[in-house]
């Protein structure tokens, strides 16, 4: 049931993103799967370019993916914040190419809420509870920023469970060093255990 209404929701979103459509028909038949540690969910790219839960009604398909993209919630909330950096953070096994094209179509695709509420309540309904839907998300948005922020400062200031960036890159110019000096002292036992046995 779920995933019929889960179904159904991609194929709105398509449709009132009727630009996407003909980026999506290059990949049809083709299955991603989104990992969020958490949760997993299979999209399979239909013939006419909409979206659908992999194993439904709409497709019988439950094929393995050929791509999985690897989005932990932390670094989803990172992305949902703005944070451009977090984007090179995603891990993708298998197919990348087709995982990046539709990772872009989906970032770029949005959910006209007046639209569907205009139909309930009416336009002028629709756009004030549009209105104040933007200002709590906006809000909401903000605070998670502020919490997130606060919260690593904590962990990397009053108890330090997350090393600052600076500290990491000196652990591995470390590591490096000690790796050569390793391997430079081992070429010397080699040359001295050899001169000691003839």
């Not at 003909?22 to 979206?51: R, T, W």
């Amino acid at each position: 049931m779920i995933k019929l209404l889960v179904t159904r929701f991609l194929q709105h979103l398509t449709n009132q993103n009727a630009w996407s459509r003909p980026h999506l028909q290059l990949y049809a038949g083709k299955v991603v799967c989104f990992d969020f540690v958490l949760a997993k969910a299979n999209l399979l790219i239909l013939e006419d370019g909409s979206l659908a839960l992999a194993g439904t009604n709409y497709s019988n398909k439950s094929a393995s993916p050929e791509a999985t993209i690897h989005l932990p919630p932390s670094l989803a909330l990172r992305i949902m914040s703005g944070d451009e950096s977090a984007k090179m953070l995603i891990k993708i096994e298998g197919d990348t190419h087709f995982a990046t094209e539709l990772s872009k179509v989906l970032q770029n695709m949005r959910w006209d809420i007046e639209d569907d509420l205009s139909k309930i309540v009416g336009d002028i309904g629709a756009f004030k509870i549009g209105e104040v839907s933007k200002k709590a998300f906006a809000g909401i948005k903000q605070q998670s920023i502020n919490a997130t922020e606060m919260l690593s400062e904590y962990w990397q200031e009053e108890r330090p469970m997350l090393a600052k960036k600076r500290h990491v890159e000196q652990f591995n110019a470390e590591v490096d060093t000690l790796r050569s000096d390793v391997a430079r002292f081992e070429k010397r036992l080699a040359k001295l255990t050899k001169s000691l046995e003839s």
